[in-house]
């Protein structure tokens, strides 16, 4: 008998490997590196190396995948700081009942999504804080409300990539997009505009 079906297992090795270079979606990717785990212990097991497959199943397939999960999960997040209603004086009357920032962050989650993130609310006390948040880099963007009627919401951002998506993707007509630097030599309390989009 012959032993022709270790070929099809190895042959399983480089596709599963193309597989996971293509891949876009992360949790697909942790899949496929899963697949690419076992297939790889199964082969070790199958030509007698079996310390070697108990390695790949357990810290090759098992650890790395429980430990990519994690940093996937963790780093695949957007977070956006609003502020509690009620607690800002002068803010606009209920602003996360208001149209516009319904529509705001439906517009986020639908471009983070087409980039598998999800869209996290951080809840502040008031403005202060809100922006202190933004420059010790607690959150990602900021949304408060602004005196200006025909725009009722300013979205701020700390990361230049970010404020390209929302610039070039964003089509909330009830805020305005602004890009604040976090220059390492400025204090963290400050932080000056570099760009400002009106949507």
Not at 13 to 42: D, H, K
Not at 167 to 173: A, K, N, P, R
Request: hydrophobic fraction near 45%; charge should be negative.
């Amino acid at each position: 008998m012959t032993d022709t079906y270790i070929y099809f297992i190895i042959a399983l090795l480089p596709l599963s490997a193309c597989m996971l270079l293509l891949q876009t979606n992360p949790y697909n990717a942790l899949v496929i590196r899963g697949v690419l785990g076992a297939v790889a212990a199964m082969l070790y097991s199958i030509l007698g190396a079996a310390d070697v497959a108990l390695t790949e199943a357990l810290m090759g397939t098992m650890l790395a995948i429980t430990l990519y999960a994690i940093a996937v999960r963790s780093s695949m997040v957007m977070r956006l700081g609003v502020l509690e209603e009620g607690l800002e004086e002068g803010a606009i009357e209920a602003v996360k009942d208001a149209p516009e920032f319904e529509e705001l962050i439906a517009d986020l989650r639908t471009i983070f999504g087409k980039r598998h993130m999800r869209l996290e609310l951080v809840h502040y006390s008031d403005t202060q804080a809100l922006h202190q948040a933004l420059m010790d880099k607690q959150v990602h963007a900021t949304c408060a409300p602004q005196s200006q009627l025909e725009k009722p919401l300013q979205t701020k951002t700390r990361l230049q990539r970010i404020y390209d998506i929302m610039q070039t993707e964003l089509s909330s007509s009830g805020t305005t997009l602004t890009y604040v630097s976090t220059d390492a030599s400025t204090n963290s309390s400050t932080g000056y505009l570099v760009g400002e989009k009106h949507q």
